[in-house]
């Protein structure tokens, strides 16, 4: 972090993501006076960060060390031409607009640009995201190692091996928290339909996914082995298991279906 410190860091868009990551830099020790946001609809939470030095929508450094792009996908090409100066450059642009292409970076900034392009999820606004990340080849491994540290202050990182496999991230972790908040939805409607208060239904559904997905986390044991702890021969579970488990009309074709369709939408809003 000390090349943030020194040649400061800018960050376009500062919605939710961007927010989330602010704050765990600011955690982290980062001086709020080495970034730059640029945000037209700035938060009282972000117009507060200038009372410590941050800098808001104030002229940016020659050659800041990064530019995070964490704009709306349909407002790139209206705010990332101001940033063509810094192109062809040492300034890394680190990239967490869904379903930009690397090339579209290196078309409006250079083909000469360090370009890191990622994947986060939202649960990176407590603090437990995970996100994938891939570099052209002009971003060197110090590149990508500065990537991953500023990545990790609002969860987990996994690099990539090149940049198609952008759109499958996306269909798991990146649309993922989504397909779960449904499911959440779903265990509870079902409890309200076999008879408990819709409140108590969705409290229990609600901490049932939370424990179980940290349980999956932290045990050392693998999700099928987890399943087997919970499932007795002949007993309830095993009973509710035939029904998601089964090949042709469970949970296993229809997470298929679901995911190929989110990395399906993935491409063409690459193309």
């Known amino acids: 972090m000390d090349k943030v410190k020194e040649r400061g860091l800018v960050l376009l868009g500062c919605g939710r993501m961007g927010s989330a990551m602010l704050a765990g830099w600011l955690a982290r020790g980062l001086p709020a006076g080495a970034v730059w ?4 609809q700035p938060s009282d939470w972000l117009k507060a960060r200038t009372g410590e030095g ?3 929508n104030e002229t940016l450094p020659a050659s800041p060390a990064v530019v995070l792009v964490a704009v709306k996908p349909q407002m790139m090409h209206e705010a990332l031409p101001a940033l063509a100066p810094l192109g062809n450059g040492k300034t890394v642009f680190l990239s967490v607009a869904a379903g930009i292409p690397i090339a579209a970076y290196e078309q409006m900034l250079g083909s000469d640009t360090p370009v890191i392009r990622a994947m986060p999820n939202t649960p990176a ?20 190692a500065l990537a991953e540290t500023l990545l990790s202050a609002v969860g987990e990182t996994v690099r990539l091996e090149n940049e198609s496999q952008i759109d499958a991230v996306t269909g798991i972790s990146g649309s993922g928290p989504a397909y779960v908040f449904h499911l959440i939805e779903c265990l509870a409607a079902a409890g309200a339909a076999e008879g408990l208060p819709p409140d108590l239904a969705m409290r229990l559904a609600r901490a049932t996914v939370a424990g179980a997905g940290h349980l999956a986390e932290v045990s050392g044991e693998g999700p099928d082995e987890l ?11 095993e009973a509710a298991l035939g029904v998601l488990m089964d090949e042709r009309t ?17 491409k063409e809003l690459g193309r």
């Open 37 to 40: 946001v640029q945000e037209p």
């Open 54 to 56: 941050l800098h808001l």
């Open 227 to 237: 399943r087997r702890n919970v499932t007795s021969p002949g007993g309830t579970t």
């Open 250 to 266: 469970g949970l296993p074709p229809l997470i298929r279906r679901t995911v190929h369709a989110a990395v399906e939408r993935s």
């Open 125 to 144: 606004a407590v603090g437990r995201g995970i996100t994938a990340l891939a570099g052209n080849a002009c971003a060197g491994a110090d590149d990508m």
